[in-house]
């Protein structure tokens, strides 16, 4: 079964998550632990170091009966089990538990052990190492701390019961202290880390699944959609992609790529089309020129022995329409076989000079101007002269037949230094006043055999001019409104004169 990115991704970082949090509970029930064993441990220090200074007077006067009621009174608080006094030797002096008074305990007990674990007793023990715990004869863990009471002046110089001034320590004060309501203490909070860690798991999971299915799921699975209704043919689909980070990137990437996928299948859509109609163009013009070219010679042959005026008339309309007729099989030949591209360094103010001098008796007869805008120090462009010259004056007809209809009629030509992608680029920009192209026409007008002026058209003239655009690596791009006008506007790579000699001289290297 295939697992979602976003699934894994939300697994390994929530595991990531438990596992930390499972650290920290582990560290944080651990230091509360210490802590309360460490609190509860100066608690009884404190108490032992009372029960000496309680007891300090009565020992020098060796008042028992004083000595074990402090023991018993001290003995009988919250959490106190006992409070006992040994002797150097290990007897029991006073206990808390007057069954124990007199009993002699063994040096390897728990409440021995930490001293006389060698061979001679220790004479000083830090208070960490004077407590231990240890389970009572109810199984339940008691915390103990042993109290050395060291000789002093006071206990050697008295008359009543003197010891010797060479002894260091004279008996060990000891006392135990219930650990029950420190373990309950433990557990509420080991239960209340496990709760929080539980709830944070929870949260956080939930917080992790909606930040994941959002920054990475959602935009993930619009990437799978894409492809699949790119898979199925489909070109023009586009992701909508919002987001800066890496999968806003690929998102705009890929709908880049499908953009360009679909500009090159129309390209080569068009080419396959182009390519067939040329070879159909070509065989027809074979065909149908030679017998048009006798009806023409034999019409122009026929006018002009004829001498009856209706005649005449008739003749006239059929060497007219017969060279209207060649007219369009040179435009099919054309089409069909167009000329090999010559490129060379080209200064495309120039091209424009000459188109316009050819055009500029058309001009005339319609009474129509044109504004030229012509920016200077333009970059050359590789590319063939006469081609682009032929270009500009298809478009330049079209304008005009566009403006005809209209009083006010007006035609703009201006060449511009611009750019594409970082890419320096020249670009010329033909603009009528005319009746305009309907919007749902603007994607078949470089079809070939597609034209908007009727029967005026063969529908071959923007074809040409777009397979001579595409074969100069260019783009051409129409804007257009109806009863407002039309812009084409052609766009070529520019490229400095010294590069264009190279690519001009490795050509002809070639050829």
Same mark, same amino acid.
């Given at each position: 079964?295939?697992?979602?990115?976003?699934?894994?991704?939300?697994?390994?970082?929530?595991?990531?998550?438990?596992?930390?949090?499972?650290?920290?509970?582990?560290?944080?029930?651990?230091?509360?632990?210490?802590?309360?064993?460490?609190?509860?441990?100066?608690?009884?220090? &404190?108490?032992?170091?009372?029960?000496?200074?309680?007891?300090?007077?009565?020992?020098?006067?060796?008042?028992?009966?004083?000595? /074990?009621?402090? +023991?018993?009174?001290?003995?009988?608080?919250?959490?106190? &089990?006992?409070?006992?006094?040994?002797?150097?030797?290990?007897?029991?002096?006073?206990?808390?538990?007057?069954?124990?008074?007199?009993?002699?305990?063994?040096?390897?007990?728990?409440?021995?052990?930490?001293?006389?674990?060698?061979?001679?007793?220790?004479?000083?023990?830090?208070?960490?190492?004077?407590?231990?715990?240890?389970?009572?004869?109810?199984?339940?863990?008691?915390?103990?701390?042993?109290?050395?009471?060291?000789?002093? &002046?006071?206990?050697?110089?008295?008359?009543?019961?003197?010891?010797?001034?060479?002894?260091?320590?004279?008996?060990?004060?000891?006392?135990?202290?219930?650990?029950?309501?420190?373990?309950?203490?433990?557990?509420?909070?080991?239960?209340?880390?496990? /709760?929080?860690? +539980?709830?944070?798991?929870?949260?956080?999971?939930?917080?992790?699944?909606?930040?994941?299915?959002? /920054?990475?799921?959602? !935009? =993930?699975?619009?990437?799978?959609?894409?492809?699949?209704?790119?898979?199925?043919?489909?070109?023009?689909?586009?992701?909508?992609?919002?987001?800066?980070?890496?999968?806003?990137?690929?998102?705009?990437?890929?709908?880049?790529?499908?953009?360009?996928?679909?500009?090159? &299948?129309?390209?080569?859509?068009?080419?396959?089309?182009?390519?067939?109609?040329?070879?159909?163009?070509?065989?027809?013009?074979?065909?149908?020129?030679? !017998?048009?070219?006798?009806?023409?010679?034999?019409?122009?042959?026929?006018?002009?022995?004829?001498?009856?005026?209706?005649?005449?008339?008739?003749?006239?309309? +059929?060497?007219?329409?017969?060279?209207?007729?060649?007219?369009?099989?040179?435009?099919?030949?054309?089409?069909?076989?167009?000329?090999?591209?010559?490129?060379?360094?080209?200064?495309?103010?120039?091209?424009?000079?000459?188109?316009?001098?050819?055009?500029?008796?058309?001009?005339?007869?319609?009474?129509?101007?044109?504004?030229?805008?012509?920016?200077?120090?333009?970059?050359?462009?590789?590319?063939?002269?006469?081609?682009?010259?032929?270009?500009?004056?298809?478009?330049? =007809?079209?304008?005009?037949?566009?403006?005809?209809?209209?009083?006010?009629?007006?035609?703009?030509?201006?060449?511009?230094?611009?750019?594409?992608?970082?890419?320096?680029?020249?670009?010329?920009?033909?603009?009528?006043?005319?009746?305009?192209?309907?919007?749902?026409?603007?994607?078949?007008?470089?079809?070939?055999?597609?034209?908007?002026?009727?029967?005026?058209?063969?529908?071959?003239?923007?074809?040409?001019?777009?397979?001579?655009?595409?074969?100069?690596?260019?783009?051409?791009?129409?804007?257009?409104?109806?009863?407002?006008?039309?812009?084409?506007?052609?766009?070529?790579?520019?490229?400095?004169?010294?590069?264009?000699?190279?690519?001009?001289?490795?050509?002809?290297?070639?050829?």
């Amino acid at each position: 079964m295939k697992i979602k990115i976003s699934h894994k991704l939300i697994v390994a970082v929530g595991g990531v998550t438990v596992v930390i949090i499972a650290i920290f509970a582990y560290i944080n029930i651990n230091s509360q632990q210490k802590a309360l064993i460490l609190q509860v441990e100066h608690s009884a220090h &404190q108490l032992s170091e009372t029960v000496k200074s309680s007891t300090k007077y009565d020992m020098m006067l060796n008042q028992r009966e004083h000595i /074990l009621r402090t +023991i018993n009174d001290i003995g009988q608080q919250e959490g106190i &089990q006992k409070v006992r006094i040994f002797n150097k030797i290990g007897e029991i002096v006073y206990s808390n538990a007057h069954d124990e008074i007199g009993r002699t305990v063994d040096k390897q007990a728990e409440a021995c052990d930490k001293c006389h674990a060698g061979i001679q007793p220790l004479p000083g023990l830090s208070l960490h190492d004077r407590t231990r715990i240890f389970p009572d004869e109810n199984n339940a863990n008691t915390l103990g701390i042993i109290n050395p009471i060291y000789n002093e &002046q006071g206990c050697w110089q008295a008359s009543c019961h003197a010891h010797a001034r060479q002894d260091e320590i004279l008996g060990v004060l000891d006392v135990t202290m219930s650990l029950g309501e420190v373990e309950e203490q433990i557990a509420a909070n080991e239960k209340k880390m496990l /709760l929080f860690a +539980i709830s944070a798991i929870l949260v956080i999971s939930a917080l992790l699944w909606f930040l994941v299915q959002q /920054l990475v799921g959602k !935009p =993930v699975n619009q990437l799978v959609k894409a492809t699949n209704v790119v898979a199925t043919g489909n070109l023009s689909y586009q992701i909508p992609s919002h987001s800066d980070d890496e999968l806003g990137d690929l998102g705009r990437s890929f709908n880049d790529m499908t953009s360009k996928l679909e500009d090159a &299948q129309k390209k080569v859509y068009h080419y396959d089309k182009l390519a067939s109609l040329g070879r159909l163009a070509a065989g027809i013009a074979h065909e149908i020129n030679n !017998p048009l070219t006798g009806v023409l010679t034999y019409s122009s042959f026929l006018l002009k022995r004829a001498k009856d005026e209706e005649n005449r008339k008739d003749l006239e309309v +059929i060497v007219r329409e017969t060279k209207r007729c060649r007219g369009i099989v040179k435009d099919l030949l054309d089409f069909a076989r167009p000329e090999p591209v010559k490129k060379t360094g080209v200064a495309i103010n120039q091209v424009v000079d000459r188109a316009i001098h050819i055009m500029e008796s058309n001009f005339r007869q319609n009474n129509l101007d044109i504004r030229l805008s012509l920016q200077p120090n333009l970059p050359e462009v590789i590319a063939d002269a006469n081609q682009l010259q032929q270009v500009l004056i298809n478009l330049l =007809v079209n304008a005009m037949d566009a403006v005809n209809s209209k009083p006010d009629g007006k035609l703009e030509l201006a060449t511009i230094n611009g750019s594409s992608a970082g890419q320096p680029e020249v670009i010329v920009k033909i603009t009528d006043n005319g009746c305009g192209i309907p919007r749902q026409q603007l994607t078949k007008i470089f079809e070939p055999f597609f034209s908007t002026k009727g029967k005026k058209g063969t529908g071959l003239g923007l074809a040409v001019v777009w397979g001579i655009i595409e074969k100069h690596n260019g783009k051409i791009e129409v804007d257009s409104e109806e009863e407002i006008g039309t812009t084409f506007t052609i766009r070529l790579p520019a490229t400095e004169v010294a590069q264009a000699a190279i690519l001009e001289s490795s050509e002809k290297v070639g050829t």
